[in-house]
């Protein structure tokens, strides 16, 4: 059971720079405790819906999940999806965390009801901040249903 | 345009041939028509000139023949008259007694009581003449045996009408006679009665028939003499016409109609002739043959003309129906064309949107993928700086500041581009925008921004526009704010800004006292990543008035400026004040 700890973010990003740039925003802003980062959406749904490697997680959600749009296998935008059709997971805050400022994507993410849609910047500084600002605020401010 | 040219072109041939091959069908297909009622019209104009002709002959054929019976009549009456003179029982005793002179008084009224008769005579068996009345002197007891008369009575002792001659005794008139023999009461010939007309009794017996205009009808004894001739009734000498070939004819007993050359009128003529059965005497009734076929020729011309008529009629229709086809068949070529021309232009349209949706994608992978690394290389360089700061040197903390406003330049590079091409793809919301307002919030934003330069604004009236008003707010964003970058240095920057209507055109403008450019440079002033100035000296990607200008492009409008190195700069654009038409 010590393999599958607490879990408060969970972290959906294929590209192990940003994640990594990620993770230490996040740290910096004292929000890292309990991160797990999967690099598809196909282990991200594993996750959520412990199965696969994730089988034996105890069944408890994850108090956010920062979901990156583009994807392997699964796509973030049907990851969301999934996410939000199901009951067990739907009262799950999601922010979409993305480099498409795309209108279209950000209208579909809404369309299926995300929590929050952040625009990664380029600049390092900007990055964290827009990221701890993210993270503070679902995990802290915003007190999510029981 | 050339691509449509071709295209017609390309269409239009196999049209052509298969077109042009029904049409040598139809001009052949008509060519027959035409022929078949050429062959009719000829066909028939044919067996009407041999039917007019036939008729116009037995129109001749029948006047003559209504000569010859009349003359027959006439010959017949004549020798009714002499044999009921002859066979009078007391006239046949006189005259088988020989008392010529007692005979001779029973029949002195006849020349009287019958006009045509000019003389009658009495001979002998002999021939010799034994008593006459009216009388002449110096004929009595005279021998006419050698006339012909005598030789044609005499022989076969029937009445007999015999050839013209010329009387002996003065005056000498043409004449002719009708010999009868006088019978005793036992049938022997005893003497013989003549009856001596003028040969102008023809023209009284045949002046009732209609011989036609510049005909002329004569009358041939047997002897082939001419006894009468309608042209010359009083003519005194006795002329031989048995050289003409109607008359050898007549003289054959034969009747007959004939076109032949007449060698006494020098001319071609229709001769109709009939004998006079039994009196060895025939009938010729000529016309020229101009005359004759007079009314046939008329008859034929009048036909002609109506056939030709009816052919340039026939013309004319088939002229007018070739047209309506011709230009039928035009408008099917035109039409076939025209879809063709559709059809194409939706598919190069269906594969220009394929095309925009690739480029779509692509600058969507490029917003994504690009700015990844981009981030990457600021994050760590600034990682870099904030964790190993103790390890690197003033020039290694330059250098990163370097590759971080590197990375930050390219970031809005790639931003500015993607904002570009999305307002190319971008549909356009037209509706009323109220530019004083718009103008006054980016004003209002411009100003806000932290540490933002303070010119002075000048805002004159700005006529209402039709556009997008977010595309529009992106111009007065990029003007505006070049405006300010370009004024920033002066001791005190002006921008002003206003409009009016020109026409059907509203005319927008913003002015500022700032570094201006060089005229020369103008034609690179609204091209993509196009700058005039140092990065240095003024920051930014170059995309801002290639923005502009595609925005106000797609409106419909117009872009231009006018500008002097550090006299400031002017930039004018023009919006239809209607809705614009179609996209560009």
Redesign the interface.
């Given at each position: 059971m010590d393999k599958f700890e607490k879990v408060d973010i969970l972290l959906v990003e294929d590209n192990p720079t940003d994640a990594e740039l990620t993770m230490r925003a996040l740290r910096k802003s004292k929000l890292a405790n309990n991160i797990t980062w999967v690099k598809d959406g196909a282990e991200a749904l594993e996750f959520i819906f412990r199965s696969g490697a994730f089988a034996e997680r105890p069944d408890e959600n994850p108090k956010l999940i920062l979901l990156d749009l583009k994807l392997p296998k699964v796509d973030g935008i049907e990851v969301l999806k999934r996410i939000k059709a199901d009951e067990r997971t739907r009262i799950i805050p999601v922010v979409m965390v993305t480099s498409s400022a795309e209108g279209r994507d950000v209208v579909e993410s809404y369309k299926l009801g995300v929590n929050s849609y952040v625009v990664k910047p380029v600049d390092f500084d900007q990055f964290s901040d827009t990221v701890a600002k993210a993270g503070l605020y679902w995990m802290l401010m915003n007190k999510a249903p029981e | 345009m050339a691509i449509a040219g071709s295209t017609i072109r390309k269409i239009a041939t196999p049209l052509t041939f298969s077109a042009r091959m029904r049409w040598r069908y139809a001009a052949v297909f008509l060519a027959l028509v035409f022929t078949g009622i050429i062959l009719i019209a000829w066909q028939s104009y044919r067996a009407l000139d041999h039917e007019l002709t036939a008729a116009a002959l037995s129109r001749r054929g029948a006047v003559s023949d209504l000569a010859a019976a009349t003359l027959s009549e006439k010959f017949d009456h004549l020798v009714d008259v002499g044999i009921s003179l002859a066979t009078r029982v007391r006239f046949r005793q006189l005259i088988a007694a020989g008392q010529w002179a007692e005979a001779i008084e029973i029949l002195r009224d006849v020349p009287r009581d019958l006009p045509f008769i000019e003389r009658l005579f009495l001979t002998d068996v002999e021939g010799t003449l034994m008593a006459d009345v009216p009388e002449l002197p110096g004929v009595r007891g005279k021998s006419f045996a050698y006339r012909e008369w005598h030789k044609g009575i005499s022989r076969y002792w029937r009445p007999y009408v015999y050839p013209v001659y010329q009387r002996a005794a003065a005056p000498q008139l043409n004449v002719f006679a009708v010999a009868v023999p006088i019978r005793s009461g036992d049938g022997e010939v005893s003497g013989i009665l003549v009856l001596q007309m003028r040969v102008d009794i023809f023209f009284e017996w045949l002046k009732a028939i209609e011989i036609g205009p510049e005909g002329i009808a004569y009358v041939v004894d047997p002897e082939g003499q001419l006894a009468f001739h309608s042209k010359f009734p009083g003519r005194n000498e006795i002329v031989k016409f048995s050289a003409v070939p109607a008359v050898q004819r007549v003289l054959r007993g034969s009747r007959g109609v004939e076109v032949t050359f007449d060698p006494v009128e020098a001319e071609d003529a229709v001769s109709a002739y009939t004998s006079l059965s039994g009196y060895g005497w025939g009938v010729v009734v000529q016309q020229p043959v101009q005359a004759a076929f007079a009314a046939k020729n008329d008859q034929l011309a009048r036909l002609l003309v109506a056939y030709g008529l009816v052919l340039l009629f026939c013309v004319l229709i088939a002229y007018l129906v070739s047209r309506v086809i011709v230009q039928r068949r035009q408008a099917g070529v035109d039409l076939r064309a025209k879809a063709e021309l559709e059809r194409r232009v939706a598919e190069r349209t269906a594969q220009l949107e394929a095309t925009n949706k690739e480029l779509e994608s692509f600058t969507?992978s490029v917003?994504?993928?690009l700015?990844?690394?981009?981030?990457?290389v600021?994050?760590?360089?600034?990682?870099l700086e904030e964790d190993h700061a103790g390890v690197l040197d003033d020039e290694g903390k330059r250098l990163l500041k370097v590759i971080?406003d590197s990375?930050?330049k390219?970031?809005m590079l790639i931003?500015d581009l993607?904002e570009f091409s999305r307002l190319g793809r971008k549909p356009i919301a037209a509706a009323e925008v109220d530019m004083g307002a718009l103008v006054q919030g980016v004003i209002t934003e411009l100003s806000a921004a932290p540490g933002a330069a303070s010119p002075e604004w000048r805002v004159g009236p700005l006529p209402q526009a039709w556009g997008d008003g977010v595309m529009l707010r992106q111009v007065w964003v990029n003007l505006l704010s070049n405006a300010v970058k370009f004024s920033a240095r002066r001791g005190q920057p002006i921008i002003e800004t206003g409009g009016n209507t020109d026409g059907d055109q509203n005319v927008y403008y913003v002015k500022d006292n700032g570094v201006g450019f060089e005229m020369q440079y103008y034609n690179k002033l609204f091209g993509v990543f196009q700058r005039l100035h140092s990065a240095e000296d003024f920051p930014g990607t170059g995309v801002g008035l290639a923005i502009v200008q595609r925005v106000i492009a797609r409106h419909g409008g117009r872009v231009w400026a006018e500008g002097k190195v550090e006299q400031g700069a002017a930039f004018y654009f023009s919006l239809p004040k209607g809705k614009p038409h179609g996209q560009i």
């Amino acid at each position: 059971m010590d393999k599958f700890e607490k879990v408060d973010i969970l972290l959906v990003e294929d590209n192990p720079t940003d994640a990594e740039l990620t993770m230490r925003a996040l740290r910096k802003s004292k929000l890292a405790n309990n991160i797990t980062w999967v690099k598809d959406g196909a282990e991200a749904l594993e996750f959520i819906f412990r199965s696969g490697a994730f089988a034996e997680r105890p069944d408890e959600n994850p108090k956010l999940i920062l979901l990156d749009l583009k994807l392997p296998k699964v796509d973030g935008i049907e990851v969301l999806k999934r996410i939000k059709a199901d009951e067990r997971t739907r009262i799950i805050p999601v922010v979409m965390v993305t480099s498409s400022a795309e209108g279209r994507d950000v209208v579909e993410s809404y369309k299926l009801g995300v929590n929050s849609y952040v625009v990664k910047p380029v600049d390092f500084d900007q990055f964290s901040d827009t990221v701890a600002k993210a993270g503070l605020y679902w995990m802290l401010m915003n007190k999510a249903p029981e | 345009m050339a691509i449509a040219g071709s295209t017609i072109r390309k269409i239009a041939t196999p049209l052509t041939f298969s077109a042009r091959m029904r049409w040598r069908y139809a001009a052949v297909f008509l060519a027959l028509v035409f022929t078949g009622i050429i062959l009719i019209a000829w066909q028939s104009y044919r067996a009407l000139d041999h039917e007019l002709t036939a008729a116009a002959l037995s129109r001749r054929g029948a006047v003559s023949d209504l000569a010859a019976a009349t003359l027959s009549e006439k010959f017949d009456h004549l020798v009714d008259v002499g044999i009921s003179l002859a066979t009078r029982v007391r006239f046949r005793q006189l005259i088988a007694a020989g008392q010529w002179a007692e005979a001779i008084e029973i029949l002195r009224d006849v020349p009287r009581d019958l006009p045509f008769i000019e003389r009658l005579f009495l001979t002998d068996v002999e021939g010799t003449l034994m008593a006459d009345v009216p009388e002449l002197p110096g004929v009595r007891g005279k021998s006419f045996a050698y006339r012909e008369w005598h030789k044609g009575i005499s022989r076969y002792w029937r009445p007999y009408v015999y050839p013209v001659y010329q009387r002996a005794a003065a005056p000498q008139l043409n004449v002719f006679a009708v010999a009868v023999p006088i019978r005793s009461g036992d049938g022997e010939v005893s003497g013989i009665l003549v009856l001596q007309m003028r040969v102008d009794i023809f023209f009284e017996w045949l002046k009732a028939i209609e011989i036609g205009p510049e005909g002329i009808a004569y009358v041939v004894d047997p002897e082939g003499q001419l006894a009468f001739h309608s042209k010359f009734p009083g003519r005194n000498e006795i002329v031989k016409f048995s050289a003409v070939p109607a008359v050898q004819r007549v003289l054959r007993g034969s009747r007959g109609v004939e076109v032949t050359f007449d060698p006494v009128e020098a001319e071609d003529a229709v001769s109709a002739y009939t004998s006079l059965s039994g009196y060895g005497w025939g009938v010729v009734v000529q016309q020229p043959v101009q005359a004759a076929f007079a009314a046939k020729n008329d008859q034929l011309a009048r036909l002609l003309v109506a056939y030709g008529l009816v052919l340039l009629f026939c013309v004319l229709i088939a002229y007018l129906v070739s047209r309506v086809i011709v230009q039928r068949r035009q408008a099917g070529v035109d039409l076939r064309a025209k879809a063709e021309l559709e059809r194409r232009v939706a598919e190069r349209t269906a594969q220009l949107e394929a095309t925009n949706k690739e480029l779509e994608s692509f600058t969507y992978s490029v917003s994504h993928d690009l700015r990844s690394p981009l981030r990457a290389v600021d994050g760590f360089s600034r990682i870099l700086e904030e964790d190993h700061a103790g390890v690197l040197d003033d020039e290694g903390k330059r250098l990163l500041k370097v590759i971080r406003d590197s990375s930050q330049k390219m970031a809005m590079l790639i931003d500015d581009l993607l904002e570009f091409s999305r307002l190319g793809r971008k549909p356009i919301a037209a509706a009323e925008v109220d530019m004083g307002a718009l103008v006054q919030g980016v004003i209002t934003e411009l100003s806000a921004a932290p540490g933002a330069a303070s010119p002075e604004w000048r805002v004159g009236p700005l006529p209402q526009a039709w556009g997008d008003g977010v595309m529009l707010r992106q111009v007065w964003v990029n003007l505006l704010s070049n405006a300010v970058k370009f004024s920033a240095r002066r001791g005190q920057p002006i921008i002003e800004t206003g409009g009016n209507t020109d026409g059907d055109q509203n005319v927008y403008y913003v002015k500022d006292n700032g570094v201006g450019f060089e005229m020369q440079y103008y034609n690179k002033l609204f091209g993509v990543f196009q700058r005039l100035h140092s990065a240095e000296d003024f920051p930014g990607t170059g995309v801002g008035l290639a923005i502009v200008q595609r925005v106000i492009a797609r409106h419909g409008g117009r872009v231009w400026a006018e500008g002097k190195v550090e006299q400031g700069a002017a930039f004018y654009f023009s919006l239809p004040k209607g809705k614009p038409h179609g996209q560009i």
